[in-house]
């Protein structure tokens, strides 16, 4: 398969959203990128927990994420650990630190030679068997 | 970045590993884990010269219930009374740690004479290596297909190179110099020669990583039998004396043993943070060691382990280790065993096994000449634990 290979994905993995977490994928199933926001630092983290992990605050609120980060480390997954991605291969997986400071993870649009440490990219969320899953684009797609 | 203690912990200095004990390492051992963990256990008490009944404390370690427990050991072991045990719900951050505790028991009163063991059916039953596993934050990572350890670490290895500029052939250096010292060590896995050119040429698992950048998993188990140095000296190897110790959970390490979005940099693991306390506590300097066994699940761990302990400058160890500074006859030799990427994953307790047996000149064909003092560390991300052994010299 050629590195320009743009991989969609297909398969469902079920998310399995627990009762600290439900509210992100709920907002992600309105195509909506929430984070939880530190009332007491300021600071924003991920994933959604009982109390920020910068400062112990349990005092915080959901606030809309730009959806703009750049890449700060990727891998390309050839030989797929979960068998049922077999087919998907080979397919990027990016860390992105989002302008709000988190980072997240998410699989990519775009074509494997275009990923770059440092290059900028916009959320993209996407649906498998109907399913939400958050995802990342080259920015200037939009 | 690193905490220092009030004052040096009262165990160094005062308590040793007197003895090790292995199964052999196998793709199928055809036992249960009990079996193996006994084996061991009852092999490393043997070693140091005692009997199973003078045990009194065990701690051990495991994964998504892939072990059996300190109780089942003592049985095995047909032990008159633990007074100390601790069976700890860790992974590779655990080996160094767990001499630790075993250690501080000894050295308060708890019991006398502690074994310390990991144990594992890592290749025929549960592979905790690379498999999926309960986990809070699993949620962001199994969908997308992002499922396993060697992806994980691939995604640290990927900002450790872009932060310091090192290509593939600094991580094939690592797979090279240990598959060297793998050919000297009859219980290793993976004991055929590697060029850099066939490294180069083997295909990704998880680009960056290579199967030759990833350990081998195994069935087997390895213990080692932590007591008083006083003790240690009447029995039957030269003690390996517990000199430095520490253990760090610093700020961001997550909800759970894959959760690292919230650390701040993913080209430096625990060892960046502990390095303080672990040079304190040994009143040593990182150029005091000579040798290092670092625990190495994956290959670039060795660099940013390397560098976070301050053994090399950062962004220096794959120069360095393609020097050959690395190997038998270097500056600092390392992962004299062929590490895990080539003895088999017993999750980081046979790297201070082989920290032991080195210390102890018990190495064989691989045996260093320069081998008084050893750093050990365990663990790979976010938390982790780090030792210093030292020959008695008396």
Known sequence: MSEATRTVQRTLVEPEPDLDTRWWWDALAEDRLQVPRCRSCGRSFFPPQPSCPHCGSGEWERVEASGRGKVYSWVVIYTPLDPRFSDEVPYAVLAVELEEGVRLFGRWKGTLDQIRAGADVSAWIYRVEGRPLLGFEPAEVR | ?394
């Open chain 2, 1 to 394: 970045m690193s905490l220092l203690y009030d004052r040096r912990p009262s165990f160094l200095g005062r308590t040793a590993v007197a003895g090790v004990g292995y199964t052999p390492l196998t793709k199928n051992s055809g036992v249960t884990v009990v079996n193996l963990a006994t084996t061991a256990c009852r092999n490393a008490v043997l070693d140091a010269g005692l009997e199973p009944s003078e045990v009194d404390g065990i701690v051990t370690f495991s994964m998504f219930g892939d072990s059996a427990p300190a109780q089942a050991v003592a049985a095995g072991l047909g032990s008159p009374e633990l007074s100390f045990a601790a069976d700890l719900s860790f992974g590779g951050q655990a080996p160094c740690y767990a001499v630790t505790l075993a250690a501080m028991a000894v050295e308060s009163g708890m019991a006398r004479n502690v074994l310390v063991y990991r144990a594992l059916n890592g290749r025929s039953g549960i592979r905790i290596g690379s498999t999926g596993f309960r986990s809070p934050t699993g949620q962001y990572r199994y969908p997308i297909g992002f499922s396993a350890y060697p992806q994980y670490i691939a995604m640290w290895a990927r900002r450790y190179m872009i932060e310091t500029q090192t290509g593939y052939d600094g991580l094939g250096a690592v797979a090279l110099r240990q598959r060297e010292y793998a050919r000297m060590n009859e219980r290793a896995i993976r004991r055929t020669p590697l060029t850099m050119q066939a490294y180069l040429e083997s295909p990704f698992v998880v680009d960056p990583f290579r199967t030759h950048d990833c350990t081998s998993e195994v069935d087997g188990a390895c213990a080692v039998l932590v007591t008083s140095l006083d003790r240690a000296r009447s029995l039957e190897h030269t003690p390996a004396v517990i000199e430095g110790a520490a253990w760090s959970t610093p700020r961001g390490s997550g909800l759970d043993i894959a959760d690292f979005f919230s650390w701040e940099d993913w080209s430096r693991n625990s060892h960046s943070y502990h390095a303080g306390r672990l040079w304190q506590s040994a009143q040593m300097e990182p150029s005091d060691v000579d040798f290092a066994e670092i625990y190495d699940c994956f290959s670039a761990v060795v660099l940013m382990s390397m560098e976070g302990l301050g053994l090399v400058g950062r962004g220096e160890a794959a120069d360095f280790i393609a020097a050959g500074e690395t190997g038998p006859q270097g500056k600092l030799p390392v992962n004299t065993h062929g590490g895990l990427l080539c003895e088999g994953y017993l999750h980081g307790m046979n790297t201070v096994a082989e920290a032991v047996l080195q210390i102890q000149g018990r190495s064989g064909e691989r045996q260093l000449e320069r081998h008084d003092r050893c750093a050990v560390t365990s663990g790979a991300l976010m938390d982790g634990s780090a030792l210093v052994l030292a020959r008695d010299a008396a």
